[in-house]
């Protein structure tokens, strides 16, 4: 193959000129040596380039093995979550209804309760101050207008999370969105450089909007989402199959 390539150019060095050329022979047997010293070059040339693509590409897949293999290391270590400034804060539907039936409501409550429960650490509740309707019917009308107008309800309680670097946020799913209380209350604290994670409870339709609005209201944290869970199920499960579940979720983030 190299002989080839070598010798090929030598060949219309040797044949293109005339027979009879004054001198013709010397002319070719110098054609000939031009062509092959050209040829020399070129196949050099191809040789450096050939040998600089593979160069590359073995340095460049090393690199890539190594990047693999130190992020892979580091992994573990980067996910790690240390809890020991962390707290849960949460609004359920239960305690802001009066006379909320527990079979349908207070799924937000259970999670909340399971999470400072397994990681064993402070859980605080936001809690409006003017309580909801008596029935479903009226709670949504105002919950409903709250929402419409983007109002935000004063509060009888308000966790104050100072003190956390890591926050886990629950809050039910209303109008798919988050009750307006919950604004009220991302509204009064500092958010900066924390780790929040948010749960969810609802009855159809998911995050809803709520994980968009976070992100935007909640300035300077990094929000991810943790946990959804359909309410109806969620209030179905035993304590131990809570507990399986959010032992699972935790081994995730931890
Ligand atoms: C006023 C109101 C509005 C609701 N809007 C929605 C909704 O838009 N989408 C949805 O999936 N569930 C909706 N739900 C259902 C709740 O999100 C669901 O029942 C949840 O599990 C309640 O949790 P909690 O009892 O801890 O507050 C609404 C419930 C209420 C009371």
Redesign the pocket.
Known sequence: MALQLTAWPAIPGMCVLPRRWPHGRQFRVRAAWHGLAMSCLWQSELTIKVGLTMFKCFYSAAAALLLTLVSALCAPVAMAQDFSKAAVVY????SN?PD?NPE???????MALELGNQLNIPVMEIIAEKP?GTS?KE??AI??KERETNAFPNLATTPDISKYDIVFVG???????Y?RPVATWIKSQNFTAKRVFLF???????W?SSLEEARTEMHGATVVPFMDL???E?LKLTDRQIRRYFEKALNQIR
């Open positions: 609004f359920t539907t239960m209804v909320a349908y409501m207070g799924a937000v409550k259970r909801y479903y709670t949504a919950a409903r809050y039910p799913i209303w109008f798919r969105a009750p969810t409870s609802y009855g159809e339709s998911g809803g359909r309410g109806r969620l």
